[in-house]
């Protein structure tokens, strides 16, 4: 009988994805109010000093991401990147209001940039611990679990903004930071208490060797392309496989660029297109984010029964033909939620299955590397993006957003079409008893 996701286990590997969304969600919203109110900074300064992580990101993922890859301690090949990286983050992010109190900018972007430098330290190693210790087959679910624990961060902090953020240009900003310190720190101490990564990830090995392909296996990458057999961190991807894992990191690049060219210039387009005034464009976006959260449990089932890349393509089409429809909405309708709710819902399917395909067509010992390598594209489209399309917005039309998004939407389909492994089988049951077990 195929094991079955042990969701308690997930939940204590997700504490730390947890925790870094709390803080990006923290970081999103309360930095540039810092930098324009207290130390008076023009949005274009701002917009530089917003866009470092992403910079940072492109050169720290993937090298922490390989380390974390060839260390071997007591703690594990993950865990030390994951304490270290967080106790380091709360040190330098308590500097920060501390820095805007002292109204000192050279000692606030120091510590931010040292902040920034701390979270990239362990965040390709925080990601890489769940298909570490899952199993091939059941990386999609695991993975919905993990995105669902980082909407509960992104909430939290949420919570705390609205409960802790005072009133007037520069409210006192500790108890805020104090409040996401405290939610990091006991979310990786958590963490360390419940998962012993050195045991799982051996009892992982070993259930990933008894498995046979018509389990649930990977359906492509046979023991010799898999690496199996090879020496830790001496592997390398066999031609056919690279091929998949280029048009996949293609694909990332283009969804990723449709996707954040929607979300930041949004409020944007809705007052100058749709007339819309205040906070009001907000409703679509949360209605979007709500059906993600909805979906990512159910889509990591849909995904074990029907296969990773027919399920993401399924997503890109869904999202693609609402951005098709909203060129042709010349004033926001409520049934303009409906379009962005299958946004949400695609842009799940998309997420959910997405990373454990990069994980299914790299080596064992590499699976930090490709994390890396897939928040490297990833970024490099949110650094890309909102400079491009805003260019478009600025000296050509406001509605050049949607077929803009809609354009790399559909590339991102045509370059999955060519993406040939990482995927898994449909699960078979054994016996006919077992069409009664729902359980993961």
Request: proline residues 4%; charged residues 15%; hydrophobic residues 50%.
């Amino acid at each position: 009988m195929q094991p079955k996701l042990n969701y308690r286990r997930t939940f204590f590997i997700g504490l730390a994805f947890l925790s870094i969304c709390a803080f990006w969600q923290m970081y999103d919203n309360i930095i540039p109010l810092m930098l324009q109110n207290t130390f008076g900074l023009g949005e274009t300064v701002t917009g530089m000093l917003m866009a470092m992580d992403n910079i940072l990101a492109l050169v720290l993922l993937p090298v922490f991401g390989s380390l974390s890859d060839k260390v071997d301690t007591k703690l594990g090949k993950r865990t030390p990147f994951i304490l270290t990286g967080t106790i380091l983050a709360i040190v330098f992010m308590m500097l920060l209001p501390f820095a805007d109190r002292r109204q000192s900018l050279f000692l606030f972007v120091g510590a931010l940039f040292a902040t920034l430098l701390s979270m990239g330290l362990y965040r390709s190693p925080a990601v890489a611990l769940m298909p570490d210790l899952t199993p091939n087959h059941l990386r999609s679910r695991a993975n919905a679990v993990i995105n669902l624990m980082g909407a509960v961060g992104g909430v939290y902090a949420l919570l705390m903004i609205k409960l802790l953020l005072g009133a007037g240009d520069r409210p006192d900003y500790v108890p805020l930071f104090a409040s996401v310190a405290a939610l990091m720190a006991v979310a990786v101490g958590v963490l360390l208490i419940t998962i012993r990564e050195n045991k799982l990830r051996k009892e992982i090995e070993e259930t990933e060797r008894q498995a046979s392909p018509a389990e649930g296996g990977e359906i492509s990458v046979s023991k010799e392309a898999s690496g199996q057999g090879e020496p830790a961190g001496k592997t390398t991807l066999p031609k056919d496989v690279k091929r998949s894992m280029v048009f996949l990191l293609a694909s990332i690049f283009f969804w990723f660029t449709a996707y954040n060219a929607v979300t930041t210039a949004f409020s944007r387009y809705t007052r100058v297109v749709w007339k819309m005034e205040g906070g009001s464009f907000t409703n679509c976006l949360m209605v979007a984010t709500v059906a993600a959260i909805i979906s990512y449990i159910p889509i990591g089932t849909v995904s074990a029964k029907f296969g990773r890349k027919k399920t993401i393509m399924g997503g890109v089409l869904i999202m693609a033909g609402c951005y098709l429809a909203a060129i042709f909405a010349v004033a926001y309708h409520p049934v303009v939620n409906i379009a962005f709710a299958l946004i949400g819902v695609g842009w799940a399917a998309i997420n959910v299955n997405s990373y454990p395909m990069i994980v299914a067509m790299s080596q064992g010992s590499d699976i930090g590397k490709f994390t890396g390598t897939y928040y490297t594209f990833s970024m490099a489209a949110q650094i890309f993006t909102p400079i491009f399309s805003g260019f478009l917005l600025e000296n050509v039309s406001y509605k050049t957003l949607f077929p803009y998004a809609l354009i790399f939407a559909l590339a991102s389909f045509c370059t999955m079409t060519q993406v040939r492994h990482g995927d898994v089988k449909p699960m078979k049951k054994k016996s006919i008893l077992e069409n009664f077990d729902v359980e993961d």
